[in-house]
Nanobody
Framework: QVQLVESGGGLAQAGGSLRLSCAASGSIFSINDMGWYRQAPGKQRELVAAITRGGRTNYSDSVKGRFTISRDNAKNAVYLQMNSLKPEDTFVYYC???????????????WGQGTQVTVSS
């Protein structure tokens, strides 16, 4: 069984910072792309940032210059440093990863359970 467990969400004031963490656990052989998505109630989930195994990153225009994604391949973990937060960054944030289990010859896509980020003005 593979799981993605997020932590680090919470309440922040506008202009403040939060750091999200996500760790993959289980019988993992390899992890390819990892990323963070966010979703508001009744809306589609949207990509915030993604990072390849080699460290190449991609950001949505709405967070460029404010958020930084990083990963630690040895720990099977991905992080999202969120600076200069705005009230419009208030969402549930989800971790996502393409993971190959030790018993598989292919990659599956996994989601974390989500963590709430609320930014007050």
């Amino acid at each position: 069984q593979v799981q993605l467990v997020e932590s680090g969400g919470g309440l922040a004031q506008a202009g403040g910072s939060l750091r999200l963490s996500c760790a993959a656990s289980g019988s993992i052989f390899s992890i390819n792309d990892m990323g963070w998505y966010r979703q508001a109630p009744g809306k589609q989930r949207e990509l915030v940032a993604a990072i390849t195994r080699g460290g190449r990153t991609n950001y949505s225009d709405s967070v460029k210059g404010r958020f930084t994604i990083s990963r630690d391949n040895a720990k099977n973990a991905v992080y999202l440093q969120m600076n200069s937060l705005k009230p419009e960054d208030t969402f549930v944030y989800y971790c996502n990863a393409d993971i190959r289990r030790a018993t598989d010859s292919y990659y599956r896509n996994y989601w974390g359970q989500g963590t709430q980020v609320t930014v007050s003005s």
